[in-house]
Structures are given as C-alpha cells and as structure tokens.
C-alpha cells in the first residue's frame, strides 16, 4: 500500500508541477522534484536562473546550449519560450542532447502549443539517459519560426549558448534559459 501511495503522491506532484509550469509563468523558485516514468523521482539538477530580459531567437537556426550534469541520468529538460511569430497556434519541436563530441545521445520532439508555452518540458523516454557528472553536454532545440528560445547575457555560469556554431552574441557570453530534471 505504501508504494501505491507513493505513486499517487507522486503523480499528484507532477500534475501540481506541471500545470505550474505550462499553464501559468512559475518564478525561479521551481520545485526541486517531480516525478517521471512510474517509480522514478526527477530531481532539479541544473538551471539558468538568470531574469530574462526579452532577448530570444527563433529555433530554425541551430540554437544550442551546453551544460553541465550533476546527477548521473538525465530524465528531463524544461526550456523557456516565447511566441515569437504569428501562426499557427503550435509547433513540433525537437530537443537533441549531444555529448562534448557532438554525438547524439537522446532526441525527443513535442508538439507545443501557443498557449502555456513559455515553460516546455521534454521527458526523456525509457528512463532517461545515462551521463557523466561533470561532462559537458549539450541541448539542442529545433523548430519552426513560431516560438523563440529565451536568452540573457551571462547566467549560467556552467555553459554558454550558441548559434550556429559561434557563440549566441559575439561580445558577451549568453545563455538560453532551461532547467535539467535528472536522479542518481
């Protein structure tokens, strides 16, 4: 019984964390746990908690940013976003993670809706993946032209972003706003 309670408890988190974060603006104060596939608990592990201050770019290009792990499985990843563009009222968007190599290491594409887009969580399928504390990794997010990824000068201090294979602002060291859910 006490594991079915768990779960329950578990699963009522998410839902709490998730409609925080698609329905309404969450403040940098995230939850540290939520919960993934059945039985696994994600812990907030790395995070850009820099204020946006409206700069964004669209997800055509190749908008990248690097970070490094804590925790040794990576389960999830929430990125910032703005509607950037007049469309349609969604996207499909692509979240690549890569290793230092540049080798593809998860890819996951959600259909995003206008409408609660600006904090966007990308679970990992099959239990996430094994990483390396301490490694560089990189976030890779591909798209249409509707949605942009936030963006400050500064912030993450383990990381930076790029674009394109140059960094994002050619005299000032920028990072996209994102959030990593991982476990040990």
């Known amino acids: 019984m006490k594991s079915k309670q768990k779960e329950l408890i578990g699963s009522a988190a998410l839902l709490l964390i998730l409609c925080s974060t698609t329905v309404a ?4 104060a995230t939850p540290a746990m939520a919960l993934a596939p059945p039985g696994e608990t994600m812990k907030l592990d790395q995070v850009n908690r820099a204020r946006w201050d409206r700069a964004w770019t669209n997800l055509v290009n190749d908008a990248e940013q690097s970070f490094t ?5 990576l389960l ?8 950037g563009n007049a469309g349609s ?3 499909d968007l692509t ?5 230092a190599t540049g080798h ?9 809706e206008t409408s609660g887009s600006e904090h966007t969580m990308f ?12 490694q560089t ?9 509707l949605f942009g990824w936030k963006y400050v000068v500064g912030g993450y201090e383990k990381g930076a972003a790029t674009f394109n294979g140059k960094p994002l602002l050619p005299k000032a060291r920028s990072t996209f706003l994102f959030r990593t859910f991982g476990a040990e």
Not at 76 to 83: A, D, F, R, T, Y
Not at 95 to 99: G, I, K, S
Not at 123 to 134: A, E, F, L
Not at 137 to 145: A, E, F, I, S
């Open 25 to 28: 603006p969450v403040s940098h």
């Open 69 to 73: 792990p804590t925790l040794p499985r």
């Open 76 to 83: 999830g990843v929430e990125v910032e976003l703005v509607v």
């Open 89 to 91: 009222n969604d996207d």
């Open 95 to 99: 979240l690549t993670v890569m290793d």
């Open 104 to 112: 593809t290491v998860a890819v996951v594409t959600e259909t995003v």
């Open 123 to 134: 679970v990992i399928p099959k239990n996430g993946i094994d990483v390396i504390p301490g």
């Open 137 to 145: 990794y990189r976030l890779k997010l591909t798209g249409g032209m």
